[in-house]
């Protein structure tokens, strides 16, 4: 199977990395002709298409990974055909703005955790050739409907808030003099932690919180102050806020 990647950005090059940890053949790929494209093709051995028409015509199943207000005309007029995949990347843009047939179009929305195989991927519809290769990327998660999709993208950004919430933490104890590496790498590993107990367990957690938060205790101290300042409140209206843009922009 060859796979086409047409458009070579961060989160392009985050999910190359992961293919390669994954142990696919470097020589499977091809990359549009742009962005980071050149650079990766001549370090790690990617084809390197003379355009997108190229690419297209050589490729089984093809990501679109360019900018969302730009993915309509990227893919428009190129020579799809049945049987190919197109897998988007693109966040906020409908199948329905996606001219590929007889191509069939799915959704995706990776982390830049691919590049570690840690990331997972929600994709609708559940297409076979597009599950194989995000499997390759971490747990991937098929949804039911492309409203289900747009509500699960909502946590591409909840990655990117953890990330900021890992460096704040870390930053906090730093300064307080805790050997830095260390304030990152316990920051970071407690989120871990958190995760994939609530992801393992089939336990409601609104009773594993409340077995965690003892009365009187420093979780229950943390969360009186968070509260009090309205951080749940705050972050449900940002979740509203990116799912509106996703849904608006679509």
């Not at 969302?68 to 843009?93: F, I, K, M, N």
């Not at 943390?222 to 922009?249: F, H, I, M, N, Y």
Request: hydrophobic residues 50%; charged residues 20%; contains cysteine.
């Amino acid at each position: 199977m060859m796979i086409g990647v047409l458009g070579v950005g961060h989160l392009a090059a985050s999910m190359l990395a992961g293919f390669r940890r994954s142990g696919l053949d470097p020589a499977a790929f091809i990359l549009s002709p742009r962005g980071k494209a050149a650079a990766l093709a001549a370090h790690h051995g990617f084809q390197l298409a003379v355009d997108n028409r190229d690419l297209v015509e050589r490729s089984d199943v093809v990501i679109l990974s360019v900018r969302p207000t730009h993915a309509p005309d990227a893919v428009q007029g190129l020579p799809w055909r049945e049987g190919q995949v197109v897998v988007s990347v693109c966040a906020g843009v409908l199948l329905s703005r996606l001219d590929v047939a007889p191509a069939r179009a799915v959704r995706a929305m990776p982390f830049t955790a691919s590049e570690i195989a840690s990331s997972p991927t929600v994709y609708f519809p559940d297409i076979e050739q597009a599950r194989t290769v995000l499997d390759r990327l971490g747990p991937s998660i098929a949804l039911a409907s492309e409203t289900d999709f747009e509500v699960a993208t909502v946590s591409a950004a909840v990655y990117g808030w953890a990330q900021d919430l890992i460096r704040n933490t870390a930053d906090w104890s730093s300064a307080r003099g805790l050997d830095p590496e260390i304030a990152r790498r316990l920051a970071a590993m407690t989120f871990v932690a958190a995760g994939r107990l609530i992801a393992e367990k089939s336990e409601p957690m609104d009773r594993m919180l409340e077995e965690l938060v003892t009365p009187g205790g420093i979780t229950e101290r943390g969360l009186q102050v968070l509260s009090a300042r309205g951080v749940p409140a705050a972050w449900e209206e940002a979740c509203a806020a990116v799912l509106d843009k996703l849904t608006r922009s679509g």
